[in-house]
């Protein structure tokens, strides 16, 4: 059972926008940044989001993060067929002194 | 570019050890962490442990303390993942990747991941 809480699953069209959820407590994304990885199938994750809402160079404006107290959300607009993936979510904890991630929300384009 | 490249696939059988690896180029090798992260077929990712690769401060996490070994070779670039007496359950993906520093969750860089299989 994961630290981050996650939908095991997410779908929608292509153009659409979609969002997916990570929820946490007081230790984890209550007091630390969030980040969202992107696992394409049968490959790494690969960074996506960093300090909640920061996009590394090379990923598209059309991702985009957000936090609030202890949850947080990774938002995908103009959706695209090789946005399916897994994404998870992580953040670092201050009780069990390390990373924690989200079960991961496997993303399905319609 | 910076690059993790990981050794290669694993069969075992229980109760035989195993030591994995994790050779970093592209950057300044001692100045970032190393993490190992599991992943279990069809699961998340698990944080299992990290490694400052300048000074072999390691640190682990309470789900895998004395369960496994984690040591860095900075004269080679390389950190390691070990085993002493695997269990089926091992059976997983690993993935060594760099950390920002601890006390960070940005993992910004991956290796392709080693398969452990342990079965008898």
């Known amino acids: 059972q994961s630290v981050l809480t996650q939908p095991p699953s997410a779908s929608g069209t292509p153009g659409q926008r979609i969002t997916i959820s990570c929820s946490g407590s007081?230790?984890?994304?209550?007091?630390?940044?969030v980040y969202w990885y992107q696992q394409l199938p049968g490959s790494a994750p690969n960074l996506l989001i960093y300090?909640?809402?920061q996009r590394p160079s090379g990923v598209p404006d059309r991702f985009s993060g957000s936090k609030s107290g202890t949850s947080a959300s990774l938002a995908i607009s103009g959706l695209r067929s090789d946005d399916e993936a897994d994404y998870h979510c992580?953040?670092?904890?201050?009780?069990?002194?390390?990373?924690?991630f989200g079960g991961g929300t496997k993303l399905t384009v319609l | 570019e910076v690059q993790l490249v990981q050794s290669g696939a694993e069969v075992k059988k229980p109760g035989e050890s195993l030591k994995i690896s994790c050779k970093g180029s592209?950057?300044?090798?001692?100045?970032?962490?190393i993490v190992w992260v599991r992943q279990m077929p069809g699961r998340g990712l698990e944080w299992m442990g990290i490694?400052?690769?300048?000074?072999?401060?390691?640190r682990y996490s309470p789900s895998f303390q004395g369960q496994i070994t984690i040591s860095v070779d900075k004269s080679i670039s390389t950190a390691y993942l070990q085993w002493s007496s695997l269990k089926a359950s091992d059976s997983a993906m690993y993935y060594c990747?760099?950390?920002?520093?601890?006390?960070?969750?940005?993992?910004?860089?991956w290796g392709q991941g080693t398969l452990v299989t342990v079965s008898s």
């Open positions: 992580a953040a670092w904890d201050d009780s069990l002194s390390g990373v924690v």
């Open positions: 990747a760099r950390q920002e520093y601890y006390g960070s969750g940005k993992v910004d860089y």
């Open positions: 490694t400052f690769a300048g000074d072999s401060d390691t």
């Open positions: 592209g950057y300044s090798f001692t100045s970032y962490w």
């Open positions: 007081s230790s984890n994304i209550g007091s630390n940044y």
């Open positions: 300090g909640s809402n």
